[in-house]
């Protein structure tokens, strides 16, 4: 009563979409175009070829950029970082100039302003 398991015909597998060919491909006939048909993958060989090389370029590019990117970086933390400890330094100094001053210019009394009244 079993019945023999048959292998699916080629109608079958391009139906259910599991052995299509790649587009622009096509299969060679029976006829004799396998040379075209070699010719044709070689081409497209040949192209595949190029855009990996044109992406590895791009790769490259990319992090040579992403290198400097991050040396510029660096290089700017350490400025910020010199630039806030000279902040840090005239802040020093400038209340060192004010306490130095106060005691000359009126022990820090304050006048109110005048008024005006018509």
């Not at 060679?28 to 990996?52: C, I, K, M």
């Not at 990319?62 to 330094?89: G, P, V, Y």
Request: proline share 8%; hydrophobic share 25%.
């Amino acid at each position: 009563m079993d019945t023999p398991v048959t292998p699916p015909t080629q109608q079958q597998e391009t139906a259910t979409g599991h052995d299509t060919p790649r587009q622009g491909t096509t299969e060679p006939a029976a006829t004799g175009e396998t040379p075209r048909y070699v010719a044709q993958l070689e081409r497209e060989l040949e192209v595949a070829r190029a855009e990996g090389a044109q992406l590895q370029r791009r790769i490259e590019v990319a992090d040579d950029e992403r290198d400097f990117m991050r040396e510029q970086i660096n290089r700017k933390d350490k400025m910020i970082d010199s630039l806030l400890e000279r902040d840090k330094e005239t802040n020093y100094l400038v209340r060192g100039l004010q306490e130095m001053l106060t005691p000359l210019l009126g022990g820090g009394r304050r006048q109110e302003p005048p008024t005006y009244t018509q």
